[in-house]
């Protein structure tokens, strides 16, 4: 999805909140959605401080994946700066979303690191969780084993596999919230031993996305447009 529109939008997505754009873009991915739809700038420490219009759960989640994503991979955000403008929806689809970037989390992101800390069936039963509720059980489920294996590789001097199954326990213990932001903290502990993580997390943000109300389309053209002159802007004030 970067691909498509980098050329276009040419902003660069950093971590944190900024006063204004930079020379070359520079924001947050909720700060650059907020210049691309026209909305008068603002600096986003959290999603409370987006524009009502953003659906609060994925404004929090792409926070989240933003604010912990390394550079070479923030990139994957690009595409969503044009869908978060216009996204907020009723209480029930809000909760719908929040459902499933935790649902999902805990079948996709939480396996590959029980795998890696030697929890397969854990690992196994996470993936087929049918619903929200069964997965929070099973997250719970898999931190408290990996916790133990981790104590137990420390007791035995086993450090690498200690440090998987801590990172195991780490992620099943966000996973196992209800909460958006929580979900990207899952995402972030699951990439420090499972490299696919960012790649998932930008597809689950994806499909949360699409449920409920779409965010009004945003003409690529026209959204670089203003981009571009919001770094004009920035540049003239830095000449003055």
């Given at each position: 999805?970067a691909?498509?529109?980098?050329?276009?939008?040419?902003?660069?997505?950093?971590?944190?909140?900024?006063?204004?754009?930079?020379?070359?873009?520079?924001?947050?991915?909720?700060?650059?959605?907020?210049?691309?739809?026209?909305?008068?700038?603002?600096?986003?420490?959290?999603?409370?401080?987006?524009?009502?219009?953003?659906?609060?759960p994925?404004?929090?989640y792409?926070?989240?994946?933003?604010?912990?994503?390394?550079?070479?991979?923030?990139?994957?955000?690009?595409?969503?700066?044009?869908?978060?403008?216009?996204?907020?929806?009723?209480?029930?689809?809000?909760?719908?979303?929040?459902?499933?970037?935790?649902?999902?989390?805990?079948?996709?992101?939480?396996?590959?690191?029980?795998?890696?800390?030697?929890?397969?069936r854990?690992?196994?039963?996470?993936?087929?969780?049918?619903?929200?509720?069964?997965?929070?059980?099973?997250?719970?489920?898999?931190?408290?084993?990996?916790?133990?294996?981790a104590?137990a590789?420390?007791?035995?001097?086993?450090?690498?596999?200690?440090?998987?199954?801590?990172?195991?326990?780490?992620?099943?213990?966000?996973?196992?919230?209800?909460?958006?932001?929580?979900?990207?903290?899952?995402?972030?502990?699951?990439?420090?031993?499972?490299?696919?993580?960012?790649?998932?997390?930008?597809?689950?943000?994806d499909?949360?996305?699409?449920?409920?109300?779409?965010?009004?389309?945003?003409v690529?053209?026209?959204?670089?447009?203003?981009?571009?002159?919001?770094?004009?802007?920035r540049?003239?004030?830095?000449?003055?």
């Amino acid at each position: 999805m970067a691909g498509t529109f980098d050329p276009i939008l040419n902003w660069r997505l950093l971590p944190g909140s900024h006063a204004f754009p930079g020379p070359d873009g520079g924001t947050c991915i909720n700060e650059a959605a907020v210049v691309a739809a026209g909305l008068p700038y603002r600096a986003i420490r959290s999603s409370d401080d987006c524009p009502p219009c953003f659906s609060r759960p994925l404004a929090t989640y792409a926070l989240g994946l933003n604010d912990a994503m390394p550079d070479a991979e923030r990139p994957r955000l690009i595409a969503f700066v044009l869908r978060l403008s216009g996204s907020a929806d009723i209480p029930a689809v809000e909760a719908a979303r929040t459902s499933h970037l935790v649902r999902e989390g805990v079948r996709r992101l939480l396996p590959p690191v029980l795998e890696r800390a030697g929890l397969p069936r854990h690992a196994a039963a996470c993936r087929a969780a049918e619903d929200l509720d069964r997965a929070v059980v099973l997250a719970r489920h898999a931190a408290w084993s990996a916790g133990a294996l981790a104590e137990a590789a420390g007791r035995q001097g086993t450090w690498v596999r200690g440090a998987r199954a801590a990172a195991a326990a780490r992620t099943a213990i966000f996973a196992a919230e209800i909460d958006a932001r929580t979900a990207a903290d899952a995402a972030e502990a699951a990439a420090l031993f499972w490299p696919g993580a960012w790649a998932e997390a930008v597809a689950i943000l994806d499909e949360a996305l699409g449920i409920g109300q779409q965010a009004p389309a945003l003409v690529p053209d026209e959204a670089g447009l203003r981009m571009d002159a919001a770094k004009a802007e920035r540049r003239a004030k830095a000449i003055t």
